[in-house]
């Protein structure tokens, strides 16, 4: 793409009124604009980056047998009463609306029941089983604070998936599977030597669920690190009895802040049983389908992302969700090196690399060089008349201070 074609253009000042990092950054380079507090639109660059992760989650949802679906966001209420959780003081973060009828929808912030509702039509015996559904959707909540940028809105898109077994040890074998895709997720996303598999409380339906929480500043919980393990726990569960159970002490955990990313959830009959999800097993007895449930917000993970790999100069995308892998950028007016630009700009795009190409006229080389920095993309190359007299284009890492030439053959080469 042709930075010059490109409707959105960076910012010089932070936008006033964001206190996080994350929103601050993505608005001033034009990733996303803000609507109002906790809703953002995603722009050109942000869209680029937010496919590039779902595209990783659905990767490794699809490996684990997730079979992809899109559910509506309007709710209904009779039957989230089965399951006792429509009453604004059981779940106090619902939208609301009215139909013209007067008769009230809820606008979904979760999709169990809905989803129950579906696999009913398709559940009834045990040859159906297990089975394993998810979707990327948007979900609204009326969330209380919504000052932590994209990683807390009041609309996002969730990934979330749902799982459908037999019995519990049936449950178990898939969490696992799917415990183990979250880590790869994370890691594919760069994030993962900072995401620790972290225990929490699972309710009555099970001793505990896990969150995936990444340390960073910018989050909004507090766990406990056992570095050694590569684990932690949250403060639901900081007693000494479970601390043993997972083979941890207390001397050895550090507290730090992190933020959710991901969380895995053993829901055993809680939404199968008040709507009937049931099957008939082998021998022909009915059952109640043993259920879980698998959550990931694809712009929490970009904002944690942002948070936790930028540095004063701006982003530092990973090359596995940067929006682009190459910034190409042609400085000064000089023909020769214009013309060598779009020549190099053809080529990489004949191999599919994905190039920003930042062929702007009277646009400084020192406003190229902060909006490179700021943007954050992983390579950038520069063609100007003196890199072509040293013999070929200046390569950069984004975490590189400083850049190298090289002949344009080569750096292509290394791309492969
Ligand atoms: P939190 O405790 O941070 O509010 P949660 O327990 O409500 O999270 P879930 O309801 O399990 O989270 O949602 C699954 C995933 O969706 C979370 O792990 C997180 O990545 C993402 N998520 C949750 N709430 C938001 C939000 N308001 N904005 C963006 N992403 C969110
Ligand atoms: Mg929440």
New binding site residues.
Partial sequence: MKQSTLFTKTQKESPADEVSKNAELLIKAGFINKEMAGVYSYLPLGLRVMKKITGIIRDEMNAIGGQEIVMTALQDQALWEKTDRWDDKKVDIWFKTKLKSGSEIGLGW?HEEPLVAIMKNFISSYRDLPTAVYQFQTKF?N?TRAKSGI???RE?V?KDLYSFSRNEAEHEAFYEKAKEAYKNIFKRAGIGHLTYLTFASGGIFSKYSHEFQTVTAAG?DTIYIDEEKGIAVNHEVLTDEVLAQIGTSREKLVEQTAV????IFTLSDRFSKPLGLKFKDENGEEKNVFMGCY???P???MGTIVETLSDDKGMIWPESVAPFRVHLLALGEDADARDEAEKLYTQLQAQGIEVLFDDRTAVSAGEKFADADLIGIPWRVVISPRSLKDGGVEVKKRTEEKGSVIKIEDFIASLK
């Fill in positions: 979760s909540r969330e990683m807390r809105c996002f969730m909004e959710e990313v991901g969380n959550g990931i917000g712009g929490r993970l």
